[in-house]
């Protein structure tokens, strides 16, 4: 008899606690700001996809720079829509590299690691 009583009253409980909450609204969530670049492996892991959002600048800047912060690709992309751009980074010598994307005011700074795996040039890109 104990057990029932207890077992009612935590369902009662339990039940009253789902009612009770209140739902989220619409207006409540922000929505998340979409992302100016993204940064991705090209097919194959051959290098580096960028898919960088329309701006009003209407043009980016790509630069890669090695190790001793020297400049070995500049890149100005037409920004006056959504783009796609692939890097091939298979002719790069294994090491640490930094990629850059300026996009108006905002500059997105990404280091790549270049290295040879079964005698095939890959990378990864570091989390920040």
Not at 18 to 37: C, G, I, M, S, Y
Not at 41 to 49: C, E, I, M, N, T
Not at 118 to 123: L, P, S
């Amino acid at each position: 008899m104990k057990t029932s009583i207890k077992l009612s009253a935590l369902f009662f409980l339990l039940t009253t606690g789902v009612f009770a909450t209140t739902a989220a609204k619409a207006a409540d969530v922000t929505p998340k700001a979409k992302e100016v670049v993204s940064f991705r492996a090209l097919d194959h892991d051959r290098g580096v996809k960028l898919t960088i959002a329309k701006s009003d600048a209407g043009r980016s800047f790509v630069r890669v720079y090695g190790k001793h912060n020297e400049l070995l690709l500049k890149d100005v992309v037409s920004t006056k829509t959504d783009v796609e751009r692939g890097y091939v980074l298979t002719e790069l010598e294994d090491g640490d590299y930094t990629m850059e994307v300026k996009t108006g005011n905002q500059v997105v700074k990404k280091n790549l690691h270049v290295y040879e795996e079964n005698d095939q040039k890959t990378f990864f890109i570091y989390q920040d």
